[in-house]
């Protein structure tokens, strides 16, 4: 007679078949993430030079001198002031025109709906290459724009030179709205219509049903959006790298750039490259966890 399985053998036949669905995924995100951040972080208070593979000489322990000469650095304000206004644009941008947008198709206030927003997220789909290099030659010296504007100012001297981070915040906002738009038309439409239409039943203006109904519903949409925008805002790279370049004198140059520079361009330094990243990862971590704490302190419930 075949023996029965006893408690003990079923539990440690969960337990094996659990860790083989977790154990490759886990060794994956050892492997992908987690080490190469706890190198990084290693290689940030060493003098790491390439090693004695490329001539260099043996690694020793700094301490946080590149973190030090990181915090003397102009151009790593600069970059961070420029990253700053990308988290803003991203964040006070981004998010409430994508709801906006999304409220507006959702709740049929215009006609044609589904052209308007397949109009508004197909720039989230072309190749961020390609569209830093349209929105380049849009805002040359010579370019459409400048044309355009003289058509109304033949005295117009081009003078966006002079704020150069605002056509690529103008391009920012512009190629990611509709990205957060699909995301809140896809959550409203969870929503109950019952629930809508009762409040309506009760007197709730349009306005009174939007606040007190459909904007405590998508709380936790609203925080993860907010997670999403400042994620992508600090890592911003290619499409200001094809605009601009960082250019001019560094007047663009975002976190990621700095970090490149100094890892790849010149004579590399990567312990204060990997500085630099550390750096853009606590900055993400903490605007991450005031996102959640407003959330906390201010949100509703799902």
Request: glycine share 8%; proline share 5%; hydrophobic share 50%.
């Amino acid at each position: 007679m075949p023996k029965a399985h006893t408690l003990a053998d079923t539990k440690k036949e969960q337990k094996r078949a659990y860790w083989m669905l977790v154990l490759p995924g886990f060794l994956i995100y050892v492997s992908v993430m987690a080490f190469p951040t706890i190198f990084s972080v290693i290689l940030s208070v060493t003098d790491y030079n390439g090693g004695k593979l490329f001539g260099g000489k043996p690694v020793s322990f700094v301490g946080f001198k590149w973190y030090a000469r990181l915090f003397v650095d102009e151009y790593f304000y600069l970059a961070l002031k420029n990253n700053l206004w990308i988290v803003c644009v991203s964040v006070f941008g981004q998010i409430p025109l994508g709801f906006f947008l999304a409220y507006v198709l959702h709740r049929g206030l215009v006609k044609k709906g589904d052209f308007f927003q397949t109009m508004i997220y197909l720039p989230t789909v072309i190749s961020t290459v390609v569209i830093g290099i349209l929105w380049k030659s849009f805002f040359a010296p010579y370019g459409a724009f400048p044309e355009l504007v003289r058509l109304f100012n033949p005295t117009y001297e081009f003078g966006i030179s002079n704020h150069p981070i605002l056509p690529v915040l103008f391009v920012i906002l512009w190629m990611y709205t509709g990205m957060y738009m699909i995301i809140f038309m896809a959550n409203l439409q969870k929503i109950d219509g019952a629930v809508i239409e009762a409040a309506r039943i009760d007197g709730a203006s349009e306005g009174q049903t939007l606040r007190y109904v459909i904007l405590p519903a998508l709380s936790g949409v609203l925080v993860v959006s907010a997670i999403l925008a400042i994620s992508g805002s600090l890592k911003s790279f290619d499409l200001i790298y094809v605009m601009t370049g960082g250019g001019p004198a560094n007047r663009t140059t975002v976190l990621s750039i700095y970090m490149f520079d100094k890892a790849f361009k010149g004579a590399p330094n990567y312990p204060l490259a990997n500085a630099i990243s550390t750096v853009m990862v606590i900055i993400s971590f903490s605007l991450i966890g005031l996102t959640k704490w407003v959330e906390r302190r201010f949100g509703g419930k799902e």
